[in-house]
């Protein structure tokens, strides 16, 4: 007798999971739990706070790990994971690319599956370093001269004149404009760091006109100090990084400029130019928002003003102007 109704509440609530697992898998717009070793992964990223970015990246290469694997990760071997990354590298990949998979790969054996030993068969190939392009003081005038409208020019007026991330202008609000103090507050950069860069009086009075002119459509609901200096199309989101990728695009190609360049390119051009104009390093590694000096002297290798001040021992050695010397060819005699 008491066993029936048991056995009758055990098979409808199979019954009662089994139409939802129907439900869902047949309704595209109910999202699907994701595996438990994706989720424990996911949870593992979490708890060491590593940003959104990193964890997308990390379950970017572990799917496409599992993918040439044709199984789940939690079975390889050693041999598998050598193979995957020579197929990583015959496959045509970029060595950053081919690093940023592997670091991705590595985490989940090092930290989910506790596989030392699994871990300890990735390898990291040196990547190939590489000049960071720069403008010059002229072309970077053309290329804000001939933005396409005031918010393109106060935005790539940031990048040049604060030496700031594309990521750090769009998501710049009110509240971060210091004008008592002349200086602009970062929050929460790369690195989850706060800092201040200075606020040039040009740059002040874009902001000012660029204020008057900005759409006010979602400031209602946003406190003053909290309302985005560049409002996307919602209150929750400022203009992304494509859009202003996009703006500086347009105005590179009405300035006619022919090397392609990138928003980050007029940060690299910025730390460039303050280093010519002999701005102490340590200024320049807090502006820039730099752990390591080593970071900011690869500026060096491209600060072409100043390279071409430095004397050459040559220039001591005052040699004699150099003469040149006939060569003596010898007569052909007449048969």
């Given amino acids: 007798m008491t066993d029936k109704p048991s056995t009758t509440r055990s098979s409808t609530s199979s019954a ?14 109910v999202p699907r739990p994701a595996p438990p070793l994706r989720q424990r992964m996911i949870e593992d990223m979490a708890a060491r706070n590593l940003n959104r970015h990193t964890q997308r990246s990390h379950i970017s290469s572990c799917r496409r790990f599992a993918a040439w694997l044709k199984r789940s ?6 041999d598998e994971v050598r193979l995957f990354q020579l197929h990583l590298i015959e496959s045509g990949s970029s060595i950053c690319n081919r690093n940023r998979i592997m670091t991705g790969v590595r985490f989940l054996f090092r930290v989910t599956l506790r596989r030392h030993d699994l871990a300890a068969e990735v390898w990291h190939l040196k990547e190939p370093l590489k000049l960071p392009p720069v ?19 106060v935005m790539l007026t940031l990048c040049y004149g604060c030496g700031l991330r594309a990521g750090e ?22 690195g989850r760091k706060d800092r201040h860069v200075m606020l040039p009086e040009e740059v002040l009075d874009l902001l000012r ?7 006010t459509e ?5 406190a003053p100090s909290q309302r985005w200096l560049f409002p ?31 928003l980050h390119t007029l940060r690299h051009s910025f730390a460039t130019r303050m280093l010519e104009r002999g701005t102490d390093f340590r200024v320049i590694q ?14 060096t290798r491209v600060a072409t003003g100043l390279i071409a001040k430095i004397e050459s021992p040559l220039e001591e050695l005052s040699l004699p102007p150099a003469s040149r010397h006939k060569r003596k060819t010898k007569k052909k005699i007449a048969p």
């Fill in 16 to 29: 009662t999971a089994a139409a939802t697992s129907a439900s869902t898998a047949a309704d595209p717009f």
């Fill in 73 to 78: 990760p939690d079975t390889a071997t050693a």
């Fill in 135 to 153: 403008l010059a003081p002229e072309e970077v005038k053309r290329v804000l001269t001939m933005a396409t409208n005031l918010k393109a020019r």
């Fill in 169 to 190: 202008v769009v998501r710049l609000t009110a509240g971060d404009i210091d004008s008592e103090q002349m200086v602009i507050r970062i929050v929460q950069s790369k």
């Fill in 209 to 215: 006109q660029w204020w008057k002119e900005r759409s």
């Fill in 218 to 222: 979602h400031d209602a609901a946003v």
């Fill in 232 to 262: 996307g199309r919602s209150e929750h989101r400022g203009l992304t990084t494509r859009q202003f990728n996009r703006l500086l695009k347009d105005a590179a190609k009405a300035a006619g400029l022919k090397k392609p360049i990138t």
């Fill in 286 to 299: 807090a502006i820039l928002g730099h752990d390591k000096p080593e970071t900011t002297a690869r500026y």
